[in-house]
């Protein structure tokens, strides 16, 4: 299995514009986390999916951020309009997640994607 | 969830044995131990998880004392490519809709030299 997938690794873009950021889970993989790493914040849970359906999104920002799952392998983190506050490393991580996913599930995670907001 | 406190940074030599305790008094019975590892420019790695007494596999040992109020990750002989950020996690086992979540701290950034 190649791991979870994220695209693109990196992304300029400048204030205003929109950014979609995009996940595929590992195969079989019921659960999809979104989070967003600094140096100052760490690393934060912005949103939870189970069975394709939003658990927990109250570390979502702001409205700017929106997050899906059209299908069971495949998720957009949509950012819009940018900020320069935006940027960041955003990683997408999945697990197993059977009978509705538990905090202490394996997470694995994507090798991220490096966001800079101008 | 319990808060954990583990220290900012250690330095290490290739071939030592290096522990790295966490501690998290406020520990509930619920809560599990996990640990990730993560390299540069890569997302979080698991690589144990307990919730008393010792746990080992192929890459670590964590150690939980009876009170479970901390634990130690223990890497074997380390090596330059151990270097990376290892963060201990503390959380209760539950759904994600009922409160268990896992929260990632600023970890403790081990490097190793030659």
């Known amino acids: 299995d190649a791991g979870v997938i994220q695209s693109p690794r990196h992304e300029v873009t400048e204030m205003g514009q929109e950014v979609t950021l995009r996940c595929k889970l590992i195969s079989g993989h019921n659960s999809l986390f979104w989070y967003r790493q600094t140096m100052m914040r760490g690393l934060e849970l912005l949103i939870y999916?189970?069975?394709?359906?939003?658990?927990?999104d109250s570390g979502m920002p702001e409205d700017r951020f929106s997050a899906k799952m059209p299908n069971a392998s495949f998720s957009t983190l949509k950012i819009q309009p940018s900020e320069p506050r935006d940027s960041a490393v955003y990683f997408c991580?999945?697990?197993?997640?059977?009978?509705?996913?538990?905090?202490?599930?394996?997470?694995?995670f994507g090798p991220g994607t490096r966001l800079t907001v101008l | 969830l319990a808060k954990t406190t583990q220290p900012i940074s250690m330095d290490s030599y290739e071939g030592q044995e290096v522990n790295i305790t966490c501690s998290h008094n406020?520990?509930?019975?619920?809560?599990?131990i996990t640990w990730y590892q993560q390299f540069p420019s890569q997302g979080p790695r698991f690589i144990i998880q307990g919730y008393k007494t010792k746990v080992t596999n192929e890459v670590a040992s964590l150690f939980i004392p009876a009170d479970r109020k901390s634990s130690t990750l223990s890497l074997p002989r380390v090596s330059l490519s151990d270097t990376a950020v290892y963060y201990c996690?503390?959380?209760?086992?539950?759904?994600?809709?009922?409160?268990?979540?896992?929260?990632f701290g600023q970890g403790t950034e081990l490097s190793v030299k030659p």
């Open positions: 999916f189970n069975n394709n359906v939003p658990i927990d």
């Open positions: 406020n520990i509930a019975t619920n809560d599990y």
């Open positions: 996690l503390v959380s209760e086992r539950a759904h994600y809709n009922q409160g268990g979540k896992l929260i």
């Open positions: 991580a999945s697990s197993l997640g059977t009978s509705g996913g538990q905090s202490t599930d394996t997470q694995y």
